[in-house]
């Protein structure tokens, strides 16, 4: 009998050993359940970061005009290249005021001439008055409209200003907008004579600017 009974201890023994590895604590499970949970809260993360990191925000590009340099000899606008033909060219700069040969007086400011200002003289009309409007220190790329009222005669016509845009007619139709970048007086050797405009500009023979 005491045989059998040790015989049956030695069976419960081991069944309770089976029992042990085969079925995990409570606290174990916890655990387990707990760093499954951890592991796809920190991959959730990793995706919303990486989803975002990867947006792009479209950034408008500024708008690329046309370059030229004007000078006293003449520029066709509408083909872009300086022509002193009357019937092509719509205008060069000169070294005084274009209707008055003097200096311009605009909004109590005296502008000198003798290669201290240069302004836009027409090619096209003889009295150069009414043909340009003075926009005034904005970028070109704001300016869309055709104005409706232009510079008169007299000593009212605005020199080239670096920094300033302006709307001028053309010939024999159609209309140009330019910003001015830089002026030059002189040329290369310090001597007067060179009546020079940089500028952006665009051309439309529309009743607006696109672009």
Not at 104 to 115: K, Q
Not at 150 to 174: D, N, Q
């Amino acid at each position: 009998m005491k045989k059998a009974k040790g015989k049956n201890t030695l069976t419960q023994v081991k069944a309770k050993s089976i029992s042990c590895v085969q079925q995990p604590s409570p606290s174990g499970r916890g655990v387990g359940v707990r760093a499954v949970s951890l592991y796809l809260l920190v991959i959730g993360i990793c995706l919303v970061v990486a989803q975002g990191c990867g947006q792009t925000t479209s950034v408008p590009s500024a708008t690329v005009y046309a370059t030229a340099t004007l000078k006293h000899l003449g520029f066709d606008f509408n083909s872009g290249v300086a022509t002193t033909e009357t019937d092509k060219s719509d205008g060069g700069t000169a070294n005084w005021n274009p209707d008055t040969g003097q200096w311009s007086t605009v909004e109590g400011t005296t502008y000198p001439r003798d290669n201290i200002y240069i302004w836009w003289a027409p090619a096209w009309s003889p009295t150069y008055t009414l043909t340009q409007h003075h926009v005034g220190a904005v970028p070109l790329s704001s300016v869309t409209s055709i104005p409706t009222t232009w510079e008169s005669t007299g000593s009212g016509i605005w020199p080239l200003l670096p920094g300033h845009s302006y709307v001028v007619k053309c010939a024999p139709s159609g209309y140009a907008k330019f910003y001015v970048t830089e002026t030059r007086t002189l040329d290369a050797a310090g001597k007067p004579g060179s009546w020079e405009a940089d500028v952006q500009y665009y051309f439309t023979i529309g009743s607006s600017f696109d672009k």
